[in-house]
């Protein structure tokens, strides 16, 4: 961004899931494209999907949101906090000593990498919720950039842009970072009267002792609108207290 504003680029490429929620004074959003898939992908030792995993394995990851989610299920799973590119986490999966039994990725991220392959299961979101913004790209340059942004308006993808501005919304509601323990995924389907956001989202605690799940649905237009209202009944229903939101904020 700072690069941007000195004129040193003329866009950048950002994942949308990593993006702050507050906007950037002199940039712009030009462009969303079409959306990949957004779950989350388990890549486990032996093939083994989350169910097979059993009491005690370990699992690997270093975001607060996939933890606490994976914690509620109950499962019995252990957890190690995780850093480094791709393939130095796949490289941690194994049966050996120190090693880890499984590790939770953005199924995006393996997707542009060419890394699918080591997906043993793709989680659902009645299982785990996706980060905000997850498997999205923005496309930033600068707001009086006519010749820029009238090149990336043909990429932007409505149905994704009005998707993600709704989660995204719900974290920029809550107050809550990137790393908080918030999961969010919209999807645009098709009502009686035409095409509606149908929203949904969950807090949940960072030990794993519960969460909070809500959804919404309303006008693809009011977008914002939604995620900011849901996450005003998310909160109306104890989710500060349930994962302490106020010690994630940025």
Do not use: W, Y
Not at 63 to 80: H, N, T
Not at 215 to 235: C, H, K, Y
């Amino acid at each position: 961004r700072e690069a941007l504003l000195a004129g040193e680029i003329d866009l950048a490429v950002h994942s949308l899931k990593d993006l702050p929620t507050a906007p950037a004074p002199g940039l712009a959003i030009a462009a969303i494209p079409a959306r990949v898939d957004p779950r989350d992908a388990l890549c486990a030792r032996d093939g083994l999907t989350l169910g097979e995993l059993g009491e005690g394995s370990v699992v690997g990851t270093g975001s607060p949101r996939r933890r606490a989610q994976l914690a509620a299920l109950g499962l019995g799973l252990q957890f190690r906090d995780i850093r480094g590119n791709l393939s130095t986490r796949l490289a941690m999966v194994g049966p050996g000593e120190d090693q880890l039994d499984a590790i939770v990725l953005a199924s995006a991220g393996l997707t542009r990498a060419g890394l699918l392959e080591h997906v043993t299961e793709h989680l659902e979101p009645i299982q785990m919720l996706p980060a905000p913004g997850q498997g999205a790209l923005a496309v930033e340059c600068r707001e009086d950039d006519e010749e820029v942004l009238a090149a990336l308006r043909p990429i932007d993808h409505a149905d994704t842009r009005a998707a993600v501005t709704a989660e995204r919304a719900v974290l920029a509601e809550l107050e809550a970072g990137c790393a908080a323990p918030v999961g969010a995924l919209a999807e645009i389907v098709e009502d009686v009267d035409g095409p509606v956001i149908s929203l949904r989202a969950v807090v949940a605690a960072t030990d794993g002792s519960g969460d909070l799940r809500r959804s919404v649905t309303g006008p693809v237009v009011e977008a914002e609108d939604l995620g900011r209202r849901l996450a005003r009944i998310l909160v109306a229903d104890g989710a500060t207290d349930l994962a302490d939101l106020q010690a994630t904020h940025p």
